[in-house]
C-alpha cells in the first residue's frame, strides 16, 4: 500500500476494498485526497506539500535584467516630437504633479497622445494601435474568464489557434511578468499592441469570452504563501482532486488551481505596489 505523498507524514494509504466490505460505502472518501496526481491523508498534509512546494520552487519565471530601455524623452527629442526646453519644462512638472511624463507633455501641449504612444511602444519594442474597436473584444474568441483579464491587464482581441498566439492589447509599461504568466498557464504567446489608457479601461470593461467557460473561475489577491496554501488545501477537500500550476511574477506569485467543476487564480503578494501582475485595474 502506498504512502501518504507527506513524506514528514508516512501514513499508509488504508485497503480501502477491504474496509468496505466491513463498514461499508461510507469509507469510500478516506484518503482520497489527490494533489498534483499524489495521495494524501488529510487536508493538513496537502496544505504543508503545498506550502513547501511553493516555498522551494522559486526560480521560474525569473526575469533576466539586460540593458535599460531608452528613455522616453530622449525617443521623443530623437523623432522631434518635443524641444529640449519643452522636455525639461515637462520634467519639471512632473516633481510637482507625480504626472508621467507622457501625460505631462499632453497636458502641457508639447506632444500629442499618439507621438507618445508611439514612444513608448518603440521603447518596448511593441506594436501600438492609436484607434481600437471595443466591440471585438465583446465577443472575444479567447476562452479567458473576464477575472483572469482583469488580472492580468492584458485584453485578449483576437487568437491564432495554429501558432498558439493571442493578441492582446494593454498599456505601458507592458506587463512583461503578466505575459510570462500568460505562456506559463495557457501555452499561449501574447503579442502585444499599446493602447491609451483611456481605451485600455473601455476595452477592459467591455470584455467578454465568446463562450463562458464551462467551469466557475474565481481570481483572488492573497498577501502570504500560507493564505494560498489554505485555500488550495480547501479546494482540494472539497473537489477531492486538484491540479496546480504556479509561477514567479516579480514581487507577485501566480497560481491556476484546477479542479474538476472550478478554477482559482490566485495572485500572492506581501506588497500591494504595482507590477507586471497586477491584481485589479491600475493607471500605468
Known sequence: MPRCADGRCGR???????????????????GALQFNGLWYCSRSCVEQAVRAGLTEDRTYGRRVVGLPPLKLGVLLRHAGAVTQPE????????????????????????????????????????????????????????????????????????????????????????????????????GWAPEIFLVTDSVFRVALDAYRPAQEPLRSHEALTMTSVSDAAAHVANMVAQARAVTMQHTECDTYRWFRVNAAQHVSDLLVTATREETGCQAELTAH
Open 87 to 186: 522636455l525639461d519644462s515637462a520634467l519639471e512638472a512632473t516633481a510637482r504633479t507625480g504626472l508621467k511624463l507622457g501625460e505631462q507633455l499632453e497636458r502641457l501641449g508639447y506632444a500629442t497622445a499618439e507621438e507618445v504612444l508611439r514612444a513608448l511602444a518603440t521603447q518596448a519594442g511593441v506594436k501600438y494601435l492609436t484607434t481600437f474597436d471595443v466591440s471585438r473584444v465583446e465577443r472575444s474568441p479567447v476562452p479567458l474568464p473576464a477575472a483572469t483579464v482583469r488580472a492580468l491587464g492584458l485584453v485578449p482581441f483576437e487568437a491564432d489557434e495554429v501558432l498558439k498566439k493571442l493578441y492582446v492589447v494593454c498599456t505601458a509599461p507592458v506587463p512583461t511578468a503578466a505575459m510570462r504568466a500568460l505562456v506559463r498557464m495557457t
Open 12 to 30: 499508509w494509504r488504508p485497503n480501502l476494498a477491504a474496509l468496505e466490505r466491513v463498514a461499508g460505502a461510507s469509507v469510500r472518501s478516506i
